[in-house]
Nanobody, 122 residues
């Protein structure tokens, strides 16, 4: 059974940094594309960043240059390093995985975590 568990979310001041983790069990991270999504209160869920099987990364314009996605296949863990955080980064952050990068882009990923809350205060 595939399971994704996020952690690392907390309340921080604007300009601060956080690193989110997503621990995967039941499958190997290197065989799937993985992504971070977020959903702010009253807003639709959006893609933050995706990493494909070859390690290529894609970022939304709003986080480019500030966030970095990475993964440790041996530890079966996906990371999101978030720097220079802004109040508009406040959201529930979810990791997701799917063999198809197209399904990730369309938010139809096969596997989802339960989310971890990030709150950035000004």
């Amino acid at each position: 059974q595939v399971r994704l568990v996020e952690s690392g979310g907390e309340s921080v001041q604007a300009g601060g940094s956080l690193r989110l983790s997503c621990a995967a069990s039941g499958y190997t991270t290197s065989t799937d594309c993985m992504a971070w999504f977020r959903q702010a209160p009253g807003k639709e869920r959006e893609v933050v960043t995706i990493i494909d099987r070859a390690g290529r990364t894609y970022y939304s314009d709003s986080v480019t240059g500030r966030f970095t996605i990475s993964q440790d296949s041996a530890k079966r863990t996906l990371y999101l390093q978030m720097n220079s955080l802004k109040p508009e980064d406040t959201a529930m952050y979810y990791c997701a995985a799917d063999p198809s990068i197209q399904r990730l882009w369309s938010e139809e990923a096969r596997y989802w975590g339960q989310g971890t809350q990030v709150t950035v205060s000004s």
